[in-house]
């Protein structure tokens, strides 16, 4: 049995694009809670620095993950962010081991 993937990426966003950040953010959300083996999708942001948003998943197995990222709703929601953003993501993938 695959064992569960668990991602995280944190990012900080351009003062001027919250409002539409958060609205793509909350699109994607939706969409990708339907794929095949995602069990947890959200994202966060800080209390203590609006303007950070982390995302945290969780996914049947690696296949299903790598399976998002070949879906048009992420691949139009990364055009539509891309330039909402200060840096690159920080992306980083985890197996729970206890």
């Given amino acids: 049995m695959p064992a569960t993937l668990y991602v995280t990426a944190s990012f ?6 919250l409002d ?6 909350t699109a994607l ?15 966060f942001q800080s209390l203590d ?7 945290f998943e969780r996914w049947k197995s690696e ?3 790598a399976s998002h990222w070949q879906t048009e709703h992420l691949a139009t929601a990364l055009a539509r962010v891309a330039g909402l953003l200060q840096a690159s993501p920080q992306i980083s993938k ?4 206890c």
């Fill in 12 to 17: 900080v966003v351009k003062p001027e694009g």
């Fill in 20 to 25: 539409e950040i958060l609205e793509h953010l």
């Fill in 29 to 43: 959300s939706l969409k990708t809670r339907e794929e095949p083996g995602c069990l947890e999708y959200g994202y």
């Fill in 49 to 55: 620095n609006p303007l950070q948003i982390s995302s």
């Fill in 63 to 65: 296949e299903s993950e």
């Fill in 94 to 97: 985890y197996r729970r081991f």
